[in-house]
């Protein structure tokens, strides 16, 4: 076949080719790129050693199993002064985890009634809305987490002021939750013939958890069930037998059982009437934690907010008006219509604001809540002078929590999306 | 991604090592004109910015001391407030020449953090303050307290011993300043402060309400504090060590802010004076300083007990007793080796 096109190959090759050749121009800058890239960073490592050098300091992990000397406040695994950093930082990172499940729940939720009020039809729920999501979202996180922490401690009573005749203060619910400023206090459950635990030579978990969280996986695939039998009874026969009350004995009864079997009660928080006038047993929820959760929540959920109303937007309109048509409800067309095709939108995005939650965590600090940044970043750093490890282990840690979370979420998105047919 | 992080890692590290490699010291603070001093970020009596925002306070004397041996001006200070957690990296990082800032003279910190503690210049131990109304009246009756901190001290570590070997359990708060601490202290959000003695009497006589707060009798701690600096830079080390020395010296030889004019002057019987005046000897060109080092050191703010009075001692609001640093000829520790 004849070709115009000259052929380059028969040409011997000359090295002014490498910028000349389009064909190797962009091989060419990306090697040098790289190599430049390269030696910037042998340069920085290079440098780093000699001035640690320098400072005669080594660079070693060891630090990590002495003992850390320190007391940390809040503790989801057994520990004491006496154990290492590296046990300290576990607890500093469960602490992290622990503000930012509980933040990014609360977020969503928020977030989500925002978003969908904030296109409400009704004037006043719309406005208010849009100047929750527009005060919230414009001023920075680490302020609404100073905000919500002197307010916590500064406007609520003392202990103290729930003590003896002349008390100030009394406690909420039936005399089981006390609102101080030192935080909140809860009931707390307590198993009579508890199943013990189960030691995993690090830490400990319950075994009464693992057998209602083995019940509730239980109920969940029971429930799934009879859906399914609904389901194929509603296509044979073309009437759907109603199954709510089914489903609801299903996830109640098992777990009722269990709890009834284990000697499940609450044990309330008492203050002690003698002594230093400080609330003794129940859940404390630390004003640390409160502020954290709420500043976290509130804050990231004017975005949730945005993320929804724009996911429900980008619905056609013509859905919902084919939804009105065949008579559904506004609440209906919502759940059933709207929102699914709308969590498609809306997914992607979510993940960046759980990302945010979690790194926005770290402002921890400011109000003293004892997270990965306070335990490994904050204290062992500053009693073992070891910046340099604990840094880029801190680093490494939220790194490795991004990636989870990012790749749990991309999990869902995939049940999600639209499936192409 | 991860190549990004590390790449900002070492940036930070090769940006952190840099000051610390140059050994000069003298050399830089002379360049510079001007001396950078690390202190609190405000405690009364020992560092705080007064009402015209120049900074007074024990602490800041001995800062001025050095700047006026080394610079020949006590107000050729730049300082620098830092946190109880800043404070050891700024060191590191050469952001200070030298750290005056209630820090307690540990084996870790001199061995370990590569600092070299060059005097002490307070004799501290770690006390409790609580409110009176809370009826205790020994830090042993504080089981089940909450207990505010400041993080990244001495104090946390001793806290956990102490009530670990009392078999008491008790709530850290861990706060940054010393300022963050008062406030929590006072909204009621712990039961006790503890750090310091002296840090507590400083922060009791800035209250609205003294009287109703009290330091509690147990001193469960040793808390040598003193002037810091890097490893590495012997020379500037004796510098701050001697500029020190010198202060503790013109009390124990008589040398006060009012007579060190004449006695320069005019000289006196004993030839330690005159030595430490430069009047004899060259004890200055052996520091690398030149002969009046001592007489502008001892005349920025007066020889230690002069120090010691005016800011913190009796007759201040802080009131505090030389106690454990009245000189050794009273029966303190403040005791200094000879110059010669
Ligand atoms: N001496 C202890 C404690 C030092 C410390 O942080 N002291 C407090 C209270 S005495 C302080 O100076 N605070 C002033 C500030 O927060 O700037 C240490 O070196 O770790």
Redesign the pocket.
């Known amino acids: 076949m004849a070709t115009t096109t000259p052929d380059y190959r028969q040409g011997s090759f000359r090295l002014s080719m490498l910028i000349y050749d389009s064909r190797y121009r962009a091989i060419t800058i990306q090697i040098v790129f790289l190599m430049l890239l390269m030696a910037g960073f042998a340069w920085l490592v290079d440098n780093t050693i000699q001035n640690l050098r320098a400072l005669g300091k080594d660079f070693s992990y060891r630090f990590l199993w002495q003992s850390a000397g320190y007391d940390i406040n809040q503790t989801l695994i057994a520990y004491n002064s006496t154990m290492s950093h590296a046990r300290a930082m576990v607890v500093g990172l469960l602490n992290t985890i622990l503000v930012a499940v509980m933040a990014c729940a609360l977020a969503t939720v928020l977030g989500v009634l925002a978003g969908v009020l904030r296109l409400s039809n009704n004037w006043i729920v719309a406005r208010l809305m849009t100047i929750y999501v527009e005060l919230f979202r414009n001023i920075p996180t680490v302020l609404w987490i100073l905000i919500f922490f002197s307010v916590m401690a500064i406007s609520m009573p003392e202990p103290r002021a729930f003590r003896g005749e002349a008390a100030t203060a009394s406690m909420l619910v039936f005399d089981s939750v006390a609102i101080t400023n030192r935080g909140v206090y809860i009931p707390e459950p307590v198993f009579d013939r508890s199943l013990g635990d189960l030691d995993l030579r690090y830490f400990k978990v319950s075994v009464d958890l693992l057998a209602i969280i083995a019940a509730l996986i239980a109920s969940s695939w029971a429930s799934g069930r009879i859906v399914a039998r609904a389901n194929r009874i509603q296509e044979e026969t073309g009437i759907r037998p109603a199954t709510w009350w089914l489903r609801l004995a299903v996830w109640v009864l098992p777990v009722a059982a269990l709890l009834s079997a284990l000697g499940f009660h609450l044990v309330k928080p008492v203050l002690p009437e003698t002594g230093i006038p400080n609330f003794q047993g129940g859940i404390h929820m630390r004003n640390s934690l409160i502020a954290l959760w709420l500043a976290l929540s509130v804050y990231t959920g004017a975005f949730i907010a945005e993320v929804v109303r724009a996911g429900i937007l980008a619905v056609n309109r013509g859905q919902t008006e084919a939804a009105v048509s065949l008579g559904l409800r506004p609440t209906l067309t919502m759940r059933l219509v709207i929102l699914p095709q709308a969590l498609r939108v809306i997914i992607p995005p979510m993940i960046s604001q759980y990302l945010n939650i979690t790194k926005n965590s770290s402002l921890a600090i400011a109000v003293g809540y004892m997270d990965l940044r306070a335990t490994l970043g904050g204290i062992t750093i500053n009693q073992t002078g070891r910046e340099l490890e604990a840094m880029l282990l801190m680093m490494l840690i939220y790194l490795a929590l991004s990636l989870t979370i990012s790749s749990l979420m991309n999990v869902y998105n995939a049940r999600v999306k639209l499936k192409e047919r | 991604m991860t190549h990004k992080i590390l790449l900002g890692a070492l940036a930070a590290a090769a940006i952190l090592g840099a000051g610390a490699a140059q050994a000069q010291t003298l050399n830089d603070v002379k360049n510079r004109g001007n001396l950078r001093c690390g202190t609190?970020?405000?405690?009364a009596g020992?560092a705080f910015p007064d009402a015209n925002n120049v900074w007074q306070g024990f602490d800041v004397a001995y800062c001025r001391a050095i700047a006026a041996a080394v610079l020949g001006d006590p107000m050729k200070v730049d300082f620098v407030?830092l946190?109880?957690q800043t404070r050891f990296t700024a060191l590191a990082a050469g952001e200070v020449d030298v750290l005056v800032?209630?820090?307690?003279w540990t084996f870790v910190r001199d061995v370990d953090l590569k600092f070299t503690f060059a005097a002490v210049n307070y004799y501290?131990g770690q006390g409790f303050m609580v409110r009176k109304d809370l009826g205790v009246s020994s830090a042993k009756e504080l089981d089940g307290a909450k207990v505010c901190i400041?993080t990244?001290?001495?104090?946390e570590l001793n806290l956990a011993d102490f009530f670990r070997s009392n078999g008491m359990s008790y709530d850290p708060v861990p706060i940054e300043?010393?300022?963050a601490a008062q406030q929590q202290y006072l909204a009621g959000a712990c039961d006790v402060y503890t750090?310091?003695v002296?840090?507590l009497a400083?922060?009791r006589a800035s209250f609205a309400d003294p009287q109703n707060h009290v330091i509690l009798p147990e001193v469960v701690s040793k808390?040598p504090?003193g002037p810091l600096v890097r490893h590495g830079d012997d020379q500037w080390a004796d510098i701050v060590r001697w500029v020190s020395n010198a202060l503790v010296a013109a009390e124990e030889l008589g040398i006060t802010s009012a007579n060190i004019g004449e006695l320069k002057a005019n000289g006196h019987p004993n030839p330690e004076v005159n030595r430490l005046l430069g009047r004899e000897g060259d004890l200055g060109a052996m520091l690398g300083l030149d002969a009046n080092w001592a007489v502008r050191a001892i005349s920025a703010a007066g020889n230690y007990g002069e120090i010691f009075a005016t800011n913190i001692g009796e007759g201040t609001p802080i009131g505090l007793a030389r106690g454990l640093n009245a000189l050794w000829t009273q029966g303190g520790l403040q005791y200094t080796p000879p110059f010669r």
Do not use: H, Q, V
Request: aromatic share 4%; hydrophobic share 15%; proline share 3%.
């Open positions: 609190n970020t405000g405690l020992f407030p946190t109880s800032r209630n820090t307690t501290d400041e990244g001290t001495t104090t300043t010393n300022a750090t310091d002296s840090g400083a922060t808390e504090l």
